[in-house]
Structures are given as C-alpha cells and as structure tokens.
Antibody
Framework: QVQLQQWGAGLLKPPETLSLTCAVY????????WSWIRQPPGKGLEWIGE???????NYNPSLKSRVTISGDTSNNQFSLKMSSVTAADTAVYYC??????????????????WGQGTLVTVSS | QSALTQPASASGSPGQSITISCTGT?????????VCWYQQHPGKAPKLMIY???NRPSGVSNRFSGSKSGSTASLTISGLQAEDEADYYC??????????FGGGTKLTVL
C-alpha cells in the first residue's frame, strides 16, 4: 500500500523560506508525477506544482516565481521550497502522487494518493 | 489560471440523490477528460472518488458517479448516506500542463 509521509517546519516568519519534504513508501518513485497542493484555513485546494522522476517540473503560474520542487530518487522523496512567505501562505500543505498513463488508445490522469497534510503558519 | 466554479453548498436527505456541478473553460474541463472529484472530511486529506470524468477507484462506492457535458462536469451521489457529508472538490488538468481545482462544495445530509 502506497503511503506518503510529509514533514517540515510548521511556523515561519515573513519573509522566510518554507521547506517541506514528502517520502514515498510502499511504491516506486519512478513512473509517476509528484505534486504539492495547499489549502488555506477554511478555503479550497490550490495546486502548487509537480515533479516527475526525471526531474521535469510544472508549476502553478501564480506561484512559479517563488516555488522550487526537487526530487531525491535515491531516497524516494521530493521537496517543496517556497521563498518570501507571507501570511497569505498560511495553509495545510499536501503532497500527492500523480498517475498519468496511456494504453490502448486511452489515457488517464489522477492524483490518487495523498499525504496527511502539514499545517504551515506564517506569522510575524 | 482561474479556479473551476462549484456551488458553495448542496444538501439532501438520506436516500436521495444529489448532483454537484463543476464549470470550467475550453482550457481545462472543456478540452480534457481528466476531471477528478475528491471527498474531504474535516481535518482529513482529500480522497479520490472519481477520475477521468467517470471512473471510480477500487473501493469507492458505486453510489458515486461522474459525467461531463461541454465545459461542465458533474458528480452525482445516489442513495445519500450520513457519511457522505463532506466537502467535495473537482479538479481538471489544463492546457498549461497544470491542475486546477474548484472552490469546493459543502454537502450536508439533512
């Protein structure tokens, strides 16, 4: 059974850098995309970005200038760094596995396994 | 990218059916059949309920079904049960190789 376990600093001051890591257990790191998603308190989900096992990344255009996602294939982990945080970055941050594949003329895409979430609070 | 549009709330009585809509654009829902629906209970991580518009992951009840017409996707829950009370989010892959989520719908089982 695939499990995603995430961790990182939960309290930051502006304009520090947010840093979170997500470890993948019970499954392969290769062949998937690995995403970060966040959810401000009482609000909806916002996709931050993703990386695949080859290091190829895609980012939400609204966050791209401040976000870096990196992967560590040897340890089945991937990380999120977000610079110059403000109170608006206060949220629960989730990591998730993206399964994208095509076979016999049809394709499929989904975020099927999620981490438990990490609350990051930004306050001066 | 703009969030997909969902109703803020929905409600139904046990045993009834409800449908939640998710409206996007020609850059996301209208162009791709990569629409997912997630269920989120308070304090929990989202759970995948529907993927590729209408497919259910193993273990998800067949009371949950999905469909799409044009740029609007829909989630239907039949035979409402108390445990279905949760927030529901749609998401779609986009032409920019990103994911976009809806604002979420709070489902109340009366």
């Amino acid at each position: 059974q695939v499990q995603l376990q995430q961790w990182g600093a939960g309290l930051l001051k502006p304009p520090e850098t947010l840093s979170l890591t997500c470890a993948v257990y019970g499954g392969s790191f290769s062949g998937y995309y690995w995403s970060w998603i966040r959810q401000p308190p009482g609000k909806g989900l916002e996709w931050i970005g993703e990386i695949n096992h080859s290091g190829s990344t895609n980012y939400n255009p609204s966050l791209k200038s401040r976000v870096t996602i990196s992967g560590d294939t040897s340890n089945n982990q991937f990380s999120l760094k977000m610079s110059s945080v403000t109170a608006a970055d206060t949220a629960v941050y989730y990591c998730a596995r993206g399964l994208y594949y095509c076979s016999t003329g049809s394709c499929s895409m989904k975020l099927d396994y999620w981490g438990q979430g990490t609350l990051v609070t930004v306050s001066s | 990218q703009s969030a997909l549009t969902q109703p803020a709330s929905a409600s139904g009585s046990p045993g009834q059916s409800i449908t939640i809509s998710c409206t996007g654009t020609s850059s996301d829902v209208g162009s791709y059949n990569y629409v997912c629906w997630y269920q989120q209970h308070p304090g929990k991580a989202p759970k995948l309920m529907i993927y590729d518009v209408r497919n259910r992951p193993s273990g998800v009840s067949n009371r949950f079904s999905g469909s799409k017409s044009g740029s609007t996707a829909s989630l239907t829950i039949s035979g409402l049960q108390a445990e279905d009370e949760a927030d529901y989010y749609c998401s779609s892959y986009t032409s920019s190789s990103t994911w976009v989520f809806g604002g979420g719908t709070k489902l109340t089982v009366l």
